[in-house]
């Protein structure tokens, strides 16, 4: 009796309407909210990304999680611009799922739509066309004046495609399984600073990955970028390489890292420090006059683990409508190509500096000092680290002081054979038999009548040439074949005004060249 008292009683008869109201509005919201957001949210969320993109978007089904304001979408497909009828890139954009929490009150206005977004399976497709335009400008930014917090991607996919190479056909790169981050970077000051974390997976397992903080629709000091690229196969960059280096590739694996920082007037400094493995080059093309020489640097650079390393900082104007990364780095291999040409000795291992003197003889002589088989051993230890690097040798003979002593060597070979044919003249004329030595074979084999002249100078240099080559070939262990190709055998020069050399005669002296 006394719980039928207070279920009759006014106060329960007061709350008892709106706690029945309040009920079915939330049975209601709960219903209504599932199917109205099932029917409306891919039409009326279609639409709106249609007017930011400026492109037909599609959304195949809606789902809605009414408590904690959860929006899932499936299927978006973003697809070519309405008013370029060029524009055939289908779809631009996409994505599997894409799950956020929403703020609804912006679906008509200017600010971020979503507070927080995470997107499964999205892809993206960038095409250059051959006049340089994108299809996507760079302004075109999906959530407003800032990011949701965060962004996240999972098992993404990327694919650029760019015909705007000349001569060069069409060049296209995927990297899938991209994974990462992109949410608004602590301090969260006025200016929207976006933290960048993200990785993927490019050509052949390469591994790379995007690392920084941006100032969207600005540029900020406190900006940067890095870029780490990890075994990226260098021939996916040949319509890039190629041109650029002079050269076809033909094998190879990149791995660099890369620091993007803004600098003044406008301009983007990169540090890059960069590993080439095992890289392979073919023939020149055919334009190789105003080519690098690049081979030569890479053969002085490569090392016994068969890696090349470079450090290549670059300023670039991104203001510029053309490819102001690949002129500035074309202008800095260039520089770097030039002075490997012109001073290779300097980018040799320590000490190899000290060996581009060559090597000197005693007067005359052609038989290795203890000082100079040293100093060859000492040279093919450098080549050794150096496997692309070859020599070819010149052999010098210095009239001067090397013509003394082959002179007395020649007259002592001549007073040799004089005195066997006087021996045989005796025999013969001692025997009574017939006389076959004449008066102007003597004659000849008198020493006063002996000379030195330019092509036994030749032979000394060439001798010369071979002792050195022999050393080389016995101290790095070469096959025969290779020897020849690697150790080649230059001219031979009779040098009327020898340069200093610690002997003061001749020398073999070498250049170095890629091999």
Not at 312 to 337: G, K, M, N, V, W
Not at 364 to 381: C, E, F, K, V
Not at 426 to 446: N, P
Not at 476 to 494: C, D, H, K, N, Q
Request: aromatic share 4%; net charge positive.
């Amino acid at each position: 009796m006394a719980v039928a008292a207070v279920a009759g009683s006014p106060l329960a008869n007061r709350l008892l309407p709106p706690v029945l109201i309040l009920t079915g509005l939330l049975l209601a919201y709960l219903l209504l909210s599932q199917l109205l957001i099932a029917l409306l949210a891919p039409r009326l969320l279609a639409d709106y990304f249609s007017r930011r993109l400026e492109r037909p978007v599609t959304i195949a089904r809606a789902g809605w999680q009414p408590f904690n304001g959860i929006l899932t979408l499936h299927n978006g497909i973003v697809g070519p611009r309405r008013d370029d009828p060029d524009d055939r890139i289908d779809p631009l954009l996409s994505f599997r799922t894409l799950r956020a929490r929403i703020s609804p009150g912006n679906l008509w206005g200017d600010g971020p739509l979503f507070k927080t977004l995470h997107l499964t399976q999205p892809f993206i497709h960038i095409h250059r066309d051959a006049a340089g335009r994108y299809n996507l400008a760079p302004e075109v930014f999906l959530f407003g004046s800032r990011l949701p917090d965060p962004l996240e991607i999972r098992d993404g996919r990327f694919f650029y495609s760019d015909h705007g190479l000349p001569d060069q056909g069409r060049y296209q790169v995927e990297i899938r399984q991209i994974n990462g981050h992109l949410q608004p970077a602590p301090p969260r000051a006025a200016n929207h600073r976006v933290a960048i974390d993200l990785s993927g997976v490019g050509p052949q397992a390469a591994g790379c990955r995007l690392q920084g903080e941006l100032t969207p629709g600005a540029t900020a000091d406190h900006d940067h970028l890095q870029l780490v690229v990890n075994r990226w196969p260098l021939t996916n960059l040949a319509p890039y390489l190629e041109p650029l280096l002079g050269h076809t590739i033909n094998a190879g694996l990149l791995t660099m890292q890369a620091e993007f920082r803004p600098g003044p007037g406008g301009k983007l400094q990169i540090e890059q420090q960069v590993e080439l493995a095992a890289p392979s080059l073919g023939a020149p093309g055919d334009d190789t006059v105003a080519k690098p020489n690049i081979a030569l640097l890479l053969a002085l650079l490569r090392g016994r683990d068969e890696m090349v390393r470079l450090e290549l900082p670059l300023s670039i104007q991104t203001r510029r409508q053309d490819s102001p990364y690949l002129r500035a780095l074309r202008e800095l291999l260039t520089a770097r190509a030039s002075q490997a040409a012109a001073d290779p000795w300097q980018l040799l291992p320590r000490g190899g500096d000290k060996l581009r003197a060559g090597i000197g003889f005693a007067a005359g002589q052609s038989t290795l000092s203890r000082a100079a088989g040293r100093r060859l051993d000492q040279l093919a230890g450098i080549l050794r680290q150096r496997s692309l690097l070859g020599l070819k040798l010149t052999g010098i003979s210095d009239p001067a002081c090397d013509q003394p002593p082959l002179l007395t060597t020649k007259r002592e070979k001549v007073a040799q054979q004089r005195r066997q044919v006087v021996a045989r003249l005796a025999a013969q004329v001692a025997a009574e038999a017939e006389v076959t030595v004449t008066a102007a074979e003597l004659e000849r084999l008198r020493p006063a009548k002996v000379t030195v002249d330019p092509d036994d100078l030749r032979l000394l240099a060439r001798e010369r040439q071979l002792a050195a080559q022999q050393r080389l070939v016995m101290a790095l262990g070469l096959p025969p074949a290779e020897a020849t190709e690697r150790l080649e055998l230059g001219p031979v020069r009779i040098d009327d005004e020898p340069t200093a050399r610690s002997n003061g005669c001749g020398a073999v002296t070498y250049t170095l060249f890629p091999f």
